[in-house]
């Protein structure tokens, strides 16, 4: 088996074993919007470790399990396999390959790297496993001309109040035609905040939140407040009106 072989295969098995921990080789980005007139788009990795790392890049629709092997995102990596040293950085370029996509909303894909550490960072051990870090971001594809901007998503928000077999849930509408990533939001009775279980939001479409408490009872709510992760991985803070 050729050394790149032998990485690809190392990733694929090790990756799907790796338990959560802190990875040495860091991404800059926490997401990347890809806008649809672009040649290509730079994510940039930085290794703040003493040892080098071997880095693997894929992309895939919506599979949180993709390898490299059964990759389906319609963009590769140049490189998408590389070393980096200790200390050092690297710039990867992600391109897109074309695939016919919606030109009125955004498209959302995802974006792999798997981190993988020299042979000898296992003592020397033959038959010892090599921990591999994996990390995962969104891609947001941008078609050109969509009316409004991605920092308005907010305003574009409704919330309504129901309860549905017993349950109380904070319907959410999308009116947008960009992906609203909300990271929490909850709804003021008197002064307590009840909060719910939120998600990220699809253009032009609508989600479900469960409560994430059973008490208190967030009947003659008002008004909801809501966290939005804008392009940069920011957070904005808004609220808006129940809708009856």
């Given at each position: 088996m050729t050394n790149k072989g032998f990485c690809q295969s190392l990733c694929l098995t090790a990756a799907l074993l790796a338990g959560p921990a802190m990875a040495s080789v860091v991404m800059l980005n926490t997401r990347v919007i890809y806008p649809a007139d672009a040649q290509s788009q730079t994510v940039q990795f930085t290794?703040?470790?003493?040892?080098?790392?071997?880095?693997?890049?894929?992309?895939?629709?919506?599979?949180?399990?993709?390898?490299?092997?059964?990759?389906?995102?319609?963009?590769?990596?140049?490189?998408?396999?590389?070393?980096?040293?200790?200390?050092?950085?690297?710039?990867?370029?992600?391109?897109?390959?074309?695939?016919?996509?919606?030109?009125?909303?955004?498209?959302?894909?995802?974006?792999?790297?798997?981190?993988?550490?020299?042979?000898?960072?296992?003592?020397?051990?033959?038959?010892?496993?090599?921990?591999?870090?994996r990390n995962r971001v969104k891609i947001f594809y941008r078609p050109k001309n969509l009316p409004g901007n991605a920092d308005g998503v907010g305003g574009q928000l409704r919330f309504s109040l129901r309860q549905q077999g017993g349950q109380w849930r904070l319907n959410a509408y999308n009116d947008s035609s960009y992906y609203a990533s909300v990271i929490g939001a909850a709804v003021l009775v008197g002064k307590r905040a009840v909060p719910f279980k939120t998600d990220m939001i699809a253009p032009k479409s609508q989600a479900s939140w469960p409560l994430l408490t059973r008490t208190p009872s967030p009947?003659?709510?008002?008004?909801?407040?809501?966290?939005?992760?804008?392009?940069?991985?920011?957070?904005?803070?808004?609220e808006a009106r129940l809708s009856q």
């Open positions: 290794n703040h470790s003493d040892i080098p790392y071997v880095m693997q890049m894929w992309t895939d629709v919506n599979n949180p399990s993709s390898t490299p092997e059964n990759a389906d995102g319609p963009f590769v990596t140049v490189p998408a396999l590389f070393r980096v040293e200790p200390k050092t950085g690297q710039s990867v370029r992600l391109v897109f390959t074309g695939k016919d996509l919606p030109q009125d909303r955004e498209s959302v894909f995802y974006l792999n790297s798997a981190q993988i550490p020299p042979k000898n960072a296992v003592n020397g051990a033959e038959n010892q496993m090599l921990v591999v870090l009947a003659g709510a008002q008004k909801v407040t809501f966290t939005l992760i804008n392009d940069y991985g920011g957070h904005i803070k808004a």
